[in-house]
């Protein structure tokens, strides 16, 4: 393998300029050239494609975003788009491709992969963390530290009105970024899509934290978790307490990397060279128990994900 190109698809997540870097740096310490695709598969089908080396990925470590930038494309599922993207590649003479992205990225990887030749691996880049062959994908640790910063604001105002805060965080249907940011910020309640809210309980626990001295607390909502404003009517109709409601949106998906985004996308961007060098295809990296693994991206995709009940568990007892 002598060429090979790398793309950014989907939801941006801060970390992937790092992986972005990685990858560049590393094929060209092992001898192979390296090329940049603009806006995912559209820039493939729009033959956006330009030659990369170490200056293209100088000074974007610390960046959120995606210096090549991302889109969603949905015309990719036809394989008529997929051969063009694999004829765009072809003309340049590239035999390899790594994909940064969620779910959906991944299976566009494999069908370029299956339907026209295009040798793939996958890099999981998303805040939500909802893949769940890996531990943890790049951007969802910076996501959840900008979610505890916001929290830290809110608990200065929510505090000094004695309110209680509910603040919604993204995650699609996945509740990673509500518990970690729950546990991790001190929040009384935690409602995710994979744990749907008691509202009578919660009620009575909101009214019982009363009578023991809290006069404010915090409600992380995971989007994709159900009705928030009847949630919020319902507690009200059931306490006479007013939620106050926060929406945290796009601000998650922004800013610097942390570290454990950073470190973790330079891990996983080697381990996406090294497949590709070894002439694998149609395989995605991931991160269990610290150790950098590739799978076949079939059987990554179809494995269930599972929810940590424990770590809600813990969550649920830290809170009270
Ligand atoms: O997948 C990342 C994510 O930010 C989700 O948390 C959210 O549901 C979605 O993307 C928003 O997508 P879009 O950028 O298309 O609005």
Known sequence: MKKIAILTSGGDAPGMNAAIRACVRYAIAKDVDVFG?????????????????????????????????????????KVEYQQKAADTLSAYGIDGL????????????????????????GIPGTIDNDLAYTDFTIGFDTAVNTVLDAM???????????????????????????????????????????????????????????????TSNMIVFAEGAGDREEICRQIKEKTGISVKTTTLGYVQRGGAPSMVDRVLAARMAVRAVDVLLEGKTNRVVGVNNNVINDFDISEALAMPREFDSELYKVMNILAR
Not at 107 to 115: H, L
């Open 98 to 121: 790594i994909v940064i992205g969620g779910d959906g990225t991944f299976r566009g990887a494999k069908d370029i992969s299956d339907n026209c030749g295009i040798n793939v691996c």
């Open 152 to 214: 830290n604001n809110l608990r200065d105002t929510m505090g000094s009105h004695d309110r209680v805060s509910l603040l919604e965080v993204m995650g699609r249907k996945c509740g990673d970024i509500a518990l970690y940011a729950a546990l991790a910020g001190g929040a009384e309640f935690c409602i995710t899509p994979e744990h749907p809210v008691d509202i009578e309980q919660m009620s009575k626990t909101l009214l019982k934290s009363r009578l023991r001295g809290k």
């Open 37 to 77: 695709v603009e806006r995912g598969w559209q820039g493939l089908l729009d033959n956006k494609i330009s030659v990369m080396n170490s200056r293209s990925v100088s000074d974007i470590v610390h960046k959120g975003g995606t210096i090549l930038k991302t889109a969603r494309c949905p015309e990719f599922l």
